[in-house]
């Protein structure tokens, strides 16, 4: 489930119906049935950046500040729903509100599904 609300992205994953059920279709991403638990949200800068967060407290991760795979399956998903253009050039902020801010690029291309993503993070320390 999405919604886009104002310049503000809520977005919620489910691998079942909500009966408990069979998966919930043909049109659930992989992203979406690896990764059931995965709830997401941000906030749009402008046409093509964008400030994101990525809870994973069942990974063992509260937040991570910079998660390549998910920012690879957001530009797919924002192409998907029609909320940027086949070709583009994506800027995610992620990990600003726990002071770790991480920078991520994600290219698409028209008419390759593939999407792109490099970019940088502040190193996490080793705990003593």
């Known amino acids: 489930m999405s919604e886009l609300s104002g310049d503000v992205l809520h977005y919620t994953a489910f691998a079942t119906d909500p009966a408990g059920g069979n998966p919930a279709g043909p049109s659930q991403s992989a992203h979406d049935r690896a990764r059931p638990d995965h709830r997401a949200a941000g906030w749009r800068e402008s046409a093509h950046v964008f400030h994101v967060r990525d ?9 991570d500040p910079a998660t390549g795979a998910a920012a690879a399956a957001f530009g797919a998903y924002l192409r998907e729903i029609g909320e940027v253009a086949p ?23 028209a008419g390759d599904p593939r999407i792109r993503v490099s970019g940088a993070a502040v190193p996490i320390p080793k705990s003593a």
């Open 55 to 63: 809870p994973f407290p069942v990974g063992g991760v509260v937040e």
């Open 87 to 109: 070709a583009a050039a994506l800027t995610l902020h992620q990990g600003e509100d726990m002071g770790r801010p991480g920078l991520l690029r994600g290219e698409l291309r």
